[in-house]
């Protein structure tokens, strides 16, 4: 008997810990959808190949990049948070919108998104191919981000750089110390954020009990079949 519930012991430890693990190792996810509103007048381009978020490292948070480049610039950004399921304060998905500028007739660019936590900024998005016309304000480019895992609860800042889409230099830094709209935002991923209601929350419970209240009525079985063999 000893034996049997020191066994079962050992299972329920060994899956909480492959549960923590897995847990820890939630993989980095985000899905993005990107527009551009136009000026009236402005020939439409295609929007070139998005370059991969890999190419660009990681940053320290008190690495405030500038570039001495003075013919791009991003002149505004607004951000709008969309979705807090849990009503916790802290939103898994959010709108971004920049108007880049530039002293040219119209240029191609693209842009890399970053979120910073406390050690660093990591690439959350790199942008497909745009045209900028200009110092024309009816050219921003939005994007709707949603974090779909591996973001905890956090007050994050957001970088936006802008690359030449010719020559894949940096152009142009925007970030918490130009605007405070993009300082301490308040995000975590969508599986951190899970709805609060009655029903959801009963049966999560229940699903849980269950496991473990099956497990306790199967050991109080088998004791109470060896105390019957017993007498």
Not at 74 to 93: K, M, N, P, R
Not at 139 to 160: H, K
Request: hydrophobic share 40%; charged share 20%.
């Amino acid at each position: 008997m000893k034996n049997l519930l020191f066994s079962l012991a050992i299972m329920m430890g060994v899956s909480a810990a492959a549960l923590a693990e897995s847990s820890h190792q939630e993989p980095v996810m985000v899905t993005v959808s990107q527009s551009q509103h136009l000026p009236a007048d402005a020939k439409k381009h295609k929007p070139g190949p998005a370059r991969s978020t890999s190419a660009f490292a990681p940053q320290k948070v008190d690495q405030h990049n500038t570039v001495s480049n003075q013919d791009f610039w991003i002149y505004d950004c607004w951000l709008t948070l969309l979705t807090d399921e849990d009503y916790d304060g802290y939103f898994a998905s959010f709108s971004l919108s920049f108007d880049a500028d530039t002293f040219y007739q119209a240029h191609e660019l693209y842009a890399v998104i970053y979120l910073g936590d406390a050690v660093e900024y990591k690439s959350v998005y790199v942008t497909s191919v745009f045209t900028v016309y200009g110092e024309d304000s009816d050219d921003y480019v939005t994007l709707d981000i949603e974090l779909v895992s591996g973001y905890a609860p956090y007050d994050y800042d957001i970088r936006i750089e802008l690359f030449d889409a010719h020559n894949d230099y940096r152009v142009a830094v925007y970030d918490a110390f130009n605007d405070a709209d993009l300082s301490l935002v308040s995000l975590e991923s969508r599986s951190n954020d899970q709805p609060y209601h009655d029903s959801h929350h009963s049966s999560s419970r229940h699903g849980g009990s269950i496991g473990l209240a099956g497990i306790l009525m199967f050991i109080f079985a088998i004791a109470r079949r060896c105390t019957k063999l017993r007498l």
